[in-house]
């Protein structure tokens, strides 16, 4: 198949419709695409998820009854887009072997970084769709993710990334990626559950990447298999990992900076740290 640029995503007053696609395990065929949005070619995409479309670990997969929701975000070159994929268990195989589904969404940059749609909006849609069209398989129409009013402004990124880690931890984190867009850093959020480390990455993406215009990056809300790792530059986990000597450790806990803040980046930790002091605000006036 010829690659081709993917449909240009509608819009009307209320949603937005983007391209999506599933990979998943076809019975007697194995995994492949198994579903995409008509006239859309999930080949122009494959580059970046190759290989680690479903990277969960072997403990994981073995468990026949735990539960699987993890989610990644990859960066496309152009900067138009951002592929959001959620992961989560698939049908068994013609053997009756567990499998595992990847659902990703081909998110536009623009509408993200204005507030019109918000990560956690188009992942909740992902998830309606899953559960209603569990076998999906074939042609499927465009997603409809619902707009935010434009007279809102965009929301308050971060706001409940208190929660989740301090604001030492936090600035280390964007001082890292200030310093190196590449660096890659596991964040160790201990005794959490998957929800509240898919809350965690999808606080992050948005506070780094749109109100700090930190180039975004590659990340995953659950500790991949090891071959996978290096495919990202964030992972959030609850415990270590055996990782390469390019890998640091940040502990979400963190009580003390550990790095020296980037010259002439002002503007970005006091964002952060208005972030973090209006999510702990706003959390004591409820």
């Known amino acids: 198949m010829v690659p081709s640029e993917p449909a240009t995503p509608s819009t009307t007053e209320d949603v937005v419709a983007f391209d999506h696609w599933i990979f998943a395990v076809v019975p007697n065929v194995g995994y492949t695409t198994k579903a995409m949005s008509r006239k859309f070619d999930a080949g122009l995409f494959d580059p970046y998820l190759r290989g680690h479309y479903t990277p969960i670990r072997a403990a994981a997969a073995q468990d026949f009854d735990g539960e699987v929701d993890l989610r990644m975000v990859h960066p496309v070159r152009t900067g ?136 975004p990056f590659p990340a995953i809300s659950d500790a991949p298999r090891s071959s996978a790792l290096n495919h990202f530059n964030l992972v959030i986990a609850q415990r270590g990992v055996r990782a390469d000597s390019s890998w640091a450790i940040l502990e979400s806990a963190l009580t003390e900076h550990v790095l020296p803040r980037v010259p002439d980046r002002e503007e970005i930790y006091r964002a952060l740290s208005a972030a973090i002091r209006q999510s702990a605000d706003g959390a004591r006036a409820v």
């Open 80 to 215: 138009r887009e951002l592929l959001l994929s959620r992961i989560t268990r698939g049908i068994p195989d013609e053997a009756g072997r567990p499998t595992f589904s990847n659902h990703t969404v081909v998110a536009r940059t623009d509408l993200l970084k204005a507030g019109r749609i918000t990560l956690e909006t188009v992942y909740r849609v992902m998830g309606q769709f899953d559960a209603e069209a569990p076998d999906a398989q074939g042609a499927m129409d465009l997603l409809r993710i619902p707009l935010r009013p434009e007279s809102q402004g965009p929301p308050p990124w971060g706001d409940g990334i208190h929660k989740h880690m301090t604001f030492a931890a936090l600035e280390t984190l964007a001082t890292r990626f200030m310093r190196d867009a590449t660096s890659r850093t596991l964040l160790l959020c201990r005794n959490t559950t998957a929800d509240a480390r898919n809350a965690t990455l999808t606080l992050l993406v948005e506070l780094l990447a749109f109100k700090c215009n930190i180039p």
